[in-house]
Every structure is written in C-alpha cells, then in structure tokens.
C-alpha cells in the first residue's frame, strides 16, 4: 500500500464550476500536509499549507484535513481555465521527506 | 520571496556524456535540498536529499555512483549525471527548504530541468 493515494484523474468540469480534489494516507504520524499545483513542464508550487486537523482558506482555495480519517481535500471555487493543472498532495511528518501523491490532472473548460 | 532556481531548464545530451544541473536559493538560505525526478504523467520520486557541507543521502535504488550531488554552499546545490543513458532522459526538480524561517518543514521547488540523453 502507498503511503499516499491520490486518485490521478483526469478531471474535467467547466468554468465556475467547484472543484474537489483529494488524497487519502496510511501514516498516522504525518503531520504537515499541502497542496501543489503543477503546470506541464514546470515545477510544483506551494498552494496550501496545512498543520494537523482542520480548513485553511486562501481566496479560491480551502484545504481541510480529517487525521481522524486519514483523508485531505482541496476545494477550488469558481474554477477558471487557469486552473487547469496537475495537483499534487503531499505530507510529512515533520522536517522530513515529503511524501507525494501521484497528482490529480484538472482540467476547467471555458 | 522563496525563489529557487535551476540551470540549465533543458538539455540534451548524447548517451556517455554526463550532465550538470545547478539548483539555487536566490533570496534565502538552505541548509537542505532536495533532488527529484519526474517521468512523465507520474508523481515526484526523490532521489536524494543534500546537505550543504556533508554527503548527500541517496533513497533506495538511486546510484550514488552515477547521480553525483554537490551541496557546497547555502545556495548552491548540483546534480550531475555521469555516463547518461536514454533511460536517464526525466524531468529533474530540485527543492530546498528554508533554514531562516520557523516553517522549516516547508519546501520550495525549482522550475524543472528537462533532460534528453540521445
């Protein structure tokens, strides 16, 4: 079993639309969890930042994490065409190794 | 803030040649980076983490012999490819975590290197 699964989609929904991406883990011990957006042929970049349990917002964009159920969420509102990307969950358990998920394709239709 | 930067971001090669990329911090300082490689449509698989003024730490499966990776500055971290092969041709990404700030646990990668070996 994968220490991360992320389904890698692809996913496609049209403009406005809502968007929600997610990754499970089998670590108990992760405790940082984030986000990364990736656009083809570039490197991922930081999106959101999560420690421990909970929702962080930033703008479009809200993180949750449910350590009871072992499961993250990225919600994008009002999706736009720029969105479309590769998404990338990723945890760790402290300041260490990342570990990454495969990354969910999104694509958003104008 | 939190740039990382790599050189070159492409590079083809011919097969025996072997290849440097450079990864550096422009505006912080990092104790600590990280080397990664791509294949296309899969996830990020680290190969090795670097710690400026030690020997880098090799994953498992990763030649240590064939992937050379030089840490000698707060900024500066290099990954050579010697003797490359085709199956050596991946998106190469680097990462450094900033040692200035409280969130140490955070990463920031660089743009890419995208190698061709011939």
């Known amino acids: 079993q994968k220490e991360v699964e992320q389904d890698p989609g692809p996913l496609s929904v049209p403009e406005g639309a809502i968007v929600s991406l997610n990754c499970t883990y089998s670590?108990?011990?992760?405790?940082?969890f984030m986000w990364y957006r990736q656009y083809s042929r570039k490197g991922p970049e930081l999106l959101m930042y999560?420690?421990?349990?909970g929702n962080k917002e930033d703008g479009r964009f809200t993180a949750q994490v449910d350590k009871s159920s072992k499961y993250i969420s990225l919600f994008i509102r009002d999706s736009q065409p720029s969105d479309s990307a590769t998404y990338l969950c990723?945890?760790?358990?402290?300041?260490?190794?990342?570990?990454f998920g495969t990354g969910t394709r999104l694509t958003v239709i104008p | 803030g939190a740039v990382v930067s790599q050189h070159p971001s492409w590079v083809i090669c011919k097969s025996g040649t072997s290849v440097k990329i450079e990864c550096r911090s422009l505006?912080?300082?990092?104790?600590?980076m990280f080397w990664y490689r791509q294949f296309p449509k899969q996830s990020l698989m680290l190969m090795a983490t670097?710690?400026?003024?030690?020997?880098?730490?090799?994953e498992q499966g990763v030649e240590k012999d064939k992937f050379l990776i030089n840490h000698a500055s707060l900024t500066l971290s290099t990954l050579t490819v010697t003797s490359a092969h085709p199956e050596d041709s991946s998106f190469y990404i680097c990462?450094?975590?900033?040692?200035?700030?409280?969130?140490?646990?955070?990463?920031?990668f660089g743009p890419g290197t995208r190698l061709t070996v011939l």
């Open positions: 990462s450094a975590r900033d040692t200035g700030t409280l969130r140490t646990d955070t990463q920031y």
């Open positions: 670590n108990s011990a992760f405790q940082y």
């Open positions: 999560t420690y421990s349990s």
């Open positions: 990723a945890m760790q358990t402290g300041a260490n190794n990342l570990f």
């Open positions: 505006d912080f300082q990092a104790t600590t």
């Open positions: 670097s710690n400026e003024g030690s020997k880098a730490t090799y």
